[in-house]
């Protein structure tokens, strides 16, 4: 495989090229026609420039197909990776993640977790979290996102350990010390 300082000075054939220009107008991108190729995008991009071909602008999205929207859904709700969603489906990862954050199956991690996790199985979670169990370690146990198991600790108001709670009250002293600090941070910071 050539290193990427010679890359874009590779001889490649002219069916080679032609097949890099085709692959780019179908919207495919740099990185993977060049890992296709045995080359560095940035070697793709030189020989795209080389031909005079209009190159997209950096962080446009590359327009996905019905079928691979889909897909992607499918394989991500089969617990599928998203480099290896990227992999099946010839596109970068960073496209995959992209599209699931629009669609909002990252942030909820994989809809349906909830079902698979029963009522009794949530009185489980809550019960061996008040024994001292970790959040941590039930996500990993129960295969969730940590977030969704603070939301099951939530509903069933269980008071979280770990969290900063202000027990007592600010003395004077307390209120004359923040104020002077304050009074010094503001002095620092006009003369700057």
């Known amino acids: 495989m050539p290193t990427s300082s010679n890359c874009a000075f590779r001889k490649f054939t002219d069916e080679q090229e032609l097949d890099m220009i085709s692959r780019y107008a179908a919207d495919q991108s740099l990185s993977q026609i060049g890992r296709d190729l ?23 999205f590359i327009q996905l197909t019905k079928d691979q929207t889909s897909e992607i859904c499918r394989m991500f709700l089969e617990n599928s990776s998203v480099i290896d969603i990227a992999r099946a489906i010839n596109i970068t990862p960073s496209r995959v993640a992209r599209f699931l954050a629009t669609v909002n199956l990252r942030e909820i991690s994989n809809p349906g977790v909830a079902e698979k996790l029963s009522i009794d199985v949530q009185e489980i979670i809550r019960n061996r979290y008040l024994g001292g169990e970790r959040v941590r370690h039930l996500a990993v146990e129960y295969k969730v996102s940590r977030k969704l198991i603070l939301r099951i600790l939530k ?38």
């Open 38 to 60: 045995g080359c560095t995008a940035s070697g793709v991009r030189m020989i795209l420039k080389r031909h005079n071909i209009q190159l997209r602008e950096k962080g446009k």
């Open 155 to 192: 509903d069933g108001n269980i008071p979280l350990r770990g969290t900063i709670r202000l027990e007592k009250r600010l003395t004077a002293d307390d209120i004359e010390k923040i104020t002077f600090m304050r009074r010094r941070l503001i002095r620092f910071w006009e003369t700057l």
